[in-house]
């Protein structure tokens, strides 16, 4: 999903070099916007002037900015699930499973307190109906990379109900930082590790 060519909310997927450039410039032009103003402010005439691309080259790829959205949620979903399924796959104990956990934990946590752009994009996510689907889409896929430690450590255990407990957590996971960026920094580091004792009671009991 990191592929500007599989994107599903690409109006129009390009294929040769010189649009695939365009949409590189279109997306880079609505980080950099993002990430002074906020994804409320940002305008589609603003990203096409800064890439310096005609109003009418944007629209042919993003027919409205909630789709630039979906494409850096895709972008960054991608490149967290890779992050998870590394973490992962040598997981073969419970300790190890938790130590994993809460390395993942600390280290997206980290990724929201230095990147405005990765905080902005998941917040956009809560305010349009399609978005929170993806994102609840992205904690399932999440969760299954964390169901299928979690079946490696417990193999008796029930697999759907590991699939759920592991969904649930991730899902979770996801409200608990946007509180934790929401709230001063200290307050937010105590909510966080508030967060990872719980879903490790649930992950890694």
Do not use: H
């Not at 010189?18 to 590189?24: F, G, P």
């Not at 490696?152 to 899902?171: G, N």
């Not at 580091?189 to 719980?198: I, Q």
Request: proline share 3%.
């Amino acid at each position: 999903m990191s592929d500007v060519e599989t994107g599903p909310s690409l109006r129009r997927a390009p294929s040769q070099k010189r649009a695939l450039e365009r949409v590189e410039k279109l997306l880079d032009a609505a980080r950099g916007l993002i990430s002074e103003k906020g994804s409320d402010a940002m305008r589609m005439a603003e990203v096409a002037e800064r890439a310096g691309v005609s109003i009418g080259s944007l629209y042919q790829y993003f027919p409205d900015k909630t789709a630039i959205i979906r494409v850096l949620a895709e972008r960054i979903s991608a490149e967290g699930r890779a992050c998870i399924a590394a973490e992962l796959s040598g997981v073969s104990t419970t300790d190890e499973l938790r130590e994993a956990f809460r390395r993942l934990v600390e280290i997206y946590y980290g990724l929201f307190l230095a990147e405005p752009v990765m905080r902005d994009v998941w917040s956009a996510t809560q305010a349009d109906k399609a978005l929170r689907a993806f994102e609840q889409e992205n904690s399932r896929a999440d969760g299954a990379l964390v169901a299928a430690a979690m079946a490696r450590v417990r193999p008796d255990a029930d697999r759907e109900a590991l699939e759920r407990s592991a969904f649930l957590v991730m899902q979770l996971g996801e409200a608990a930082m946007r509180i934790a960026i929401s709230v001063p920094r200290e307050e937010g580091d105590a909510l966080v590790e508030t967060y990872v004792r719980m879903a490790l009671k649930e992950i890694a009991p």
